[in-house]
């Protein structure tokens, strides 16, 4: 029997100290996820990432990833760390071969890049053996939050060949407005809360259109580049999907880690 994925996710991944530094939150539950969140081990993982932002469409086709330290003035052991998962070149083609049979006209190929921190951080703590092939799929942020749907759409197939499709950005993510502050900032929560009942009432349509719709859309995504993961995963579930809140944190006043599940079981 083929293993079918029910699931699709959106990891707030927050600051790259994820990876090492234990006081973060999202860190734990990152690291309960396969006794508490998602138990089933996928054949390949598809991450879209708000760190690989292209004018089209790109997949990575490698046969290993490397670890790209896509961040600069962190600690020296974060430079050290290494997350070697395989590369999944035919997953990579299926999802062009998806995309294209749905109307992108154009997939690029990169048969060089390999996993940037969006990717490898949260894997890192949910998969440590580094065991199940990745591939990764760009993000367009000069396109809106509709096209990034259709583009999750599109993959809905790769849940019936036991791929895990994972978007990863940051629920709010406006890195000018961190602040050692206690508590949460008025905007940041106005956004968060906003996008919380959007998403748990299946308001889908209104997340699409989150720029007009939301409260402080600019002030909580100055660039859509992490929030767009999150309509992809979404368009990935399909319409009639149910969206749970799996995490909740935050961090420096305004990084919101909410993390959520789309459940496409009919």
């Not at 708000?50 to 430079?79: E, K």
């Not at 209104?206 to 995504?221: F, G, W």
């Not at 995963?233 to 399909?238: D, E, T, W």
Request: glycine share 6%; with cysteine; aromatic share 12%.
């Amino acid at each position: 029997m083929a293993l079918t994925m029910k699931d699709t996710f959106y990891i707030s991944h927050g600051a790259p100290t994820l990876a090492i530094d234990k006081s973060i939150p999202a860190r734990h539950f990152l690291q309960s996820w396969k006794d508490k969140v998602f138990p089933q081990k996928p054949k390949a993982i598809l991450v879209i990432s708000g760190h690989w932002d292209t004018s089209f469409p790109a997949v990575n086709i490698v046969h290993r990833n490397d670890t790209i330290y896509d961040f600069y003035g962190f600690p020296d052991s974060m430079y050290k760390l290494k997350y070697p998962a395989p590369g999944a070149p035919e997953l990579a083609l299926r999802v062009k071969e998806l995309l294209m049979a749905s109307g992108f006209k154009r997939v690029d190929e990169d048969r060089e890049r390999g996993l940037d921190h969006g990717a490898w951080v949260p894997l890192m703590l949910m998969y440590p053996e580094a065991d199940i092939p990745v591939c990764q799929l760009s993000v367009q942020s000069k396109r809106d939050g509709n096209y990034h749907y259709n583009l999750g759409k599109a993959l809905a197939p790769l849940k019936d060949e036991g791929v895990l499709i994972m978007g990863s950005g940051s629920a709010t993510h406006n890195l000018r407005a961190l602040r050692m502050v206690d508590g949460i900032v008025p905007w940041a929560l106005e956004f968060d809360t906003w996008l919380k009942d959007a998403l748990l009432q299946g308001r889908y349509e209104d997340v699409n259109c989150y720029q007009e719709k939301a409260p402080h859309a600019k002030m909580a995504h100055p660039w859509p580049d992490h929030f767009y993961p999150l309509h992809v995963a979404m368009g990935a579930a399909g319409e009639n999907a149910k969206a749970k809140l799996i995490h909740h944190s935050w961090q420096l006043g305004s990084l919101s880690y909410a993390s959520y599940q789309f459940n496409s079981a009919s």
